[in-house]
């Protein structure tokens, strides 16, 4: 079972998750997507009764924020990760979030606050086991430094590919790959 989880202000129904779902339907990959609750707390509740519900291996996918969870998942459940560039830095970078904000999906709105932030504080990971991760990031993100990903997952699988955006252009260039990493239970 892989599951994509979306980054902030986003939901299942993003660019990145419905090229992976399509994939995943085409080769019989268990994939979900769910869309999550802005709320951090929250969040991770229900990626964490997900994770516990399903009896096949279970991989994360991640997306900036997502890539956030996806890592604190990943060493709370020993499970293999892709991090597409991720929010390493999730409480610094979303304090500039605060406030009120527009789901991209429905423009739906929502309040950012200081607990969510503080939310986010507790699900910081110091030492990553790196051998279960595979990092993708593009320089030219416009939205996070990849720099600070390639500081803090020094060691994990990578790849950096120059310019590039926040939504990592031409994912699909990587799903073998992916699959690859993910091992034997994604074999078709």
């Given at each position: 079972m892989i599951i994509y989880i979306h980054g902030f202000g986003s939901s299942g129904e993003a660019s990145k998750a419905k090229l992976l779902?399509?994939?995943?339907?085409?080769?019989?990959?268990?994939?979900?997507?769910?869309?999550?609750?802005?709320?951090?707390?929250?969040?991770?509740?229900?990626?964490?009764?997900?994770?516990?519900?399903?009896?096949?291996?279970?991989?994360?996918?991640?997306?900036?924020?997502?890539?956030?969870?996806?890592?604190?998942l990943s060493d709370k459940?020993?499970?293999?990760?892709?991090?597409?560039?991720?929010a390493v830095n999730a409480p610094e970078t979303l304090e500039q979030a605060l406030g009120h904000g527009v789901n991209y999906y429905d423009n739906s709105a929502y309040e950012w606050n200081a607990s969510?932030?503080?939310?986010?504080?507790?699900?910081?990971?110091?030492?990553?086991?790196?051998?279960?991760?595979?990092?993708l990031l593009q320089k030219g993100d416009e939205v996070l430094d990849y720099e600070e990903a390639l500081d803090v997952l020094e060691g994990a699988k990578m790849i950096v590919e120059e310019g590039g955006n926040h939504s990592f252009e031409g994912l699909d260039r990587h799903i073998s790959t992916i699959q690859r990493f993910f091992g034997v239970a994604l074999k078709l």
């Open positions: 779902r399509a994939y995943c339907h085409e080769n019989n990959i268990s994939f979900i997507a769910p869309s999550l609750p802005t709320i951090p707390d929250l969040a991770i509740n229900t990626l964490s009764e997900l994770i516990e519900s399903y009896q096949e291996p279970v991989y994360l996918m991640g997306s900036s924020l997502g890539g956030y969870y996806a890592l604190y459940y020993d499970l293999k990760a892709v991090l597409i560039n991720p969510h932030l503080e939310m986010l504080e507790s699900y910081e990971i110091e030492e990553p086991n790196l051998e279960n991760l595979f990092v």
